[in-house]
């Protein structure tokens, strides 16, 4: 009896487990679906146009999928549940601006980059420029991101304040509740393009970073494949389209 209970338990635990498995490849190709996540409010990369989503690296990911003959569906959701939900296998794929880091490649597996980018300085005062002009300086960056760990290790800096998503930590800069922002560097860019009464000035890059999509811990059939179609589309020059689209230059890792 009791053996058979113990069966019974570890039974449970695999169908559990089972559950909660990574999609792999060809299990999505059976479902002729691939479920995709981002956040929704990191322009030009991934934001809201009224209601369509679409961004970089919307544009990116929809051409991928289409190349792998998938149909797909989108979920938006805080940048910090992303990778989260990832584990839990709530989503097949995770696009969203993340940096590649040591930290983040212990539970997820990254595909190749779809862009190189960085962390950039950007204030109102002229004098605010690089890391040392940082120091008895309070900085805004969005929680979770490879910004507020950068900017924890600038030697000095009075306080780093997070914020939920990117553009609050800009508006706070905007009306001066902090001396600088830290973000992307062409997020930055755009800002400064759309934006030129703000009165932002870009300083330098703390750091680049690579920047991917990210898959379950180990999907590596998906990760190949979606690889493979990004690297065609890089070749026949539909990427470098839609990064022309939002960005007037190629935003690719050379
Ligand atoms: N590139 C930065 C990072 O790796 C910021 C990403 C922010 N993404 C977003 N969708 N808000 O953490």
Wanted: aromatic share 8%; proline share 3%; with cysteine.
């Amino acid at each position: 009896m009791k053996m058979l209970k113990t069966l019974a338990a570890a039974a449970l635990a695999l169908c559990a487990a089972a559950t909660v498995q990574a999609r792999p490849l060809a299990e999505i190709q059976k479902s002729g679906t691939i479920i995709l996540a981002s956040e929704g409010q990191y322009a030009p990369f991934n934001f809201f146009k009224g209601k369509e989503l679409t961004g970089y690296e919307i544009e990116v990911a929809e051409a991928v999928a289409k190349k792998m003959g998938l149909k797909y569906e989108w979920k938006t959701v805080g940048f910090d549940a992303l990778l989260t939900g990832l584990a839990q296998d709530r989503w097949d794929l995770v696009i969203a601006s993340h940096g590649i880091t040591e930290e983040r490649a212990k539970a997820a597996t990254f595909t190749d980059p779809h862009y190189c980018s960085g962390g950039q300085i950007v204030a109102l005062k002229p004098e605010i420029r690089t890391a040392a002009d940082l120091a008895g300086k309070t900085v805004a960056v969005q929680t979770g991101t490879s910004y507020l760990q950068h900017v924890k290790e600038v030697p000095g800096v009075k306080e780093v304040k997070n914020f939920p998503t990117d553009e609050a930590a800009r508006s706070a800069l905007g009306s001066k509740r902090v001396d600088a922002w830290v973000t992307d560097r062409f997020v930055a860019k755009e800002m400064l393009a759309k934006a030129p009464k703000a009165g932002f000035k870009t300083g330098d890059m703390l750091f680049v970073e690579k920047v991917a999509a990210a898959v379950t811990k180990g999907n590596q059939s998906l990760a190949d494949a979606w690889n493979k179609s990004f690297k065609e589309l890089v070749a026949d020059g539909t990427i470098g389209k839609i990064s022309q689209k939002y960005f007037q230059e190629d935003v690719t890792c050379k």
